[in-house]
């Protein structure tokens, strides 16, 4: 059985994370089982000290691409069989543009705009003691800042990466259309890896500007329910 790490279901969502989430949908379109674990505790495990990671009996294997093609490979998995050569490669460079860019705007609405981190700040550590619980969160903040500053989305006021995150929002909107699925109307690997980020904007118990924006795409928000209540309702 085929475990997967990750850091739980929390503000209303299978896991916090649009890596972690992304395999977890990965596995159920292909129809392949495995159980999950979650805890920050794991992030010492992992080989790239990140998480997702997963061990396929014995095979550690840490990062969501890595994983996907594991998994693709190891089980011949044929989600991705009815894309042409072009979309293979569109589907290369849209995960990129995800996984590299559109995952910073969450990173943002949760650990720099205020509202978010409020949100963050009382959900993601529950599970420490009174005094950790208080000192944890602003610990975690100041090390986003960082990273995002370095990054580089740091540089930029909140207003301007609204204007920028819009941008991949109608993008993406426009590729969908009235499609259930990005491809072909059917769900290929791209789907598990836009779901995963879009979610995380639509589903979540968060209602900053980001959020706000994602859900003003009703396609978008079709897009995720749909997807949401066939591979994910029976989690509940
Ligand atoms: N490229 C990795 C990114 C994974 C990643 O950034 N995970 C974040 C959570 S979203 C993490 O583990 N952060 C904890 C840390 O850096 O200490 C993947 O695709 O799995």
Request: glycine share 6%; net charge neutral; aromatic share 14%.
């Amino acid at each position: 059985m085929i475990t997967v790490y990750g850091f739980g279901r929390m503000i209303s969502i299978a896991d916090a994370s649009p890596f972690v989430l992304k395999v977890y949908t990965y596995l159920k379109m292909a129809g392949i089982e495995y159980q999950s674990k979650a805890g920050m505790k794991y992030l010492s495990k992992s080989p790239k000290g990140k998480l997702p990671f997963i061990d396929d009996n014995g095979a550690v294997i840490g990062d969501s691409q890595l994983i996907i093609q594991h998994l693709q490979t190891r089980y011949s998995i044929e989600l991705d069989n009815h894309l042409d050569t072009q979309q293979q490669a569109q589907k290369v460079l849209f995960q990129k543009a995800l996984d590299e860019c559109f995952y910073w705007f969450i990173v943002y609405g949760r650990w720099i705009n205020d509202s978010g981190f409020t949100v963050v700040r009382k959900n993601f550590f529950n599970f420490m003691p009174p005094v950790m619980k208080q000192i944890a969160p602003l610990v975690a903040r100041h090390m986003v800042k960082g990273s995002i500053k370095k990054q580089g989305f740091g540089r930029h006021s909140e207003a301007e990466l609204i204007l920028m995150c819009d941008d991949m929002l109608k993008s993406l909107s426009d590729l969908l259309g009235d499609n259930d699925y990005f491809f072909n109307n059917r769900p290929s690997s791209f789907d598990a890896i836009a779901y995963a980020h879009l979610a995380e904007l639509i589903e979540v118990d968060l209602n900053g500007p980001f959020n706000q924006k994602a859900r003003s795409y009703d396609n978008l928000v079709r897009y995720c329910k749909n997807i949401h209540d066939r591979y994910f309702e029976s989690d509940k």
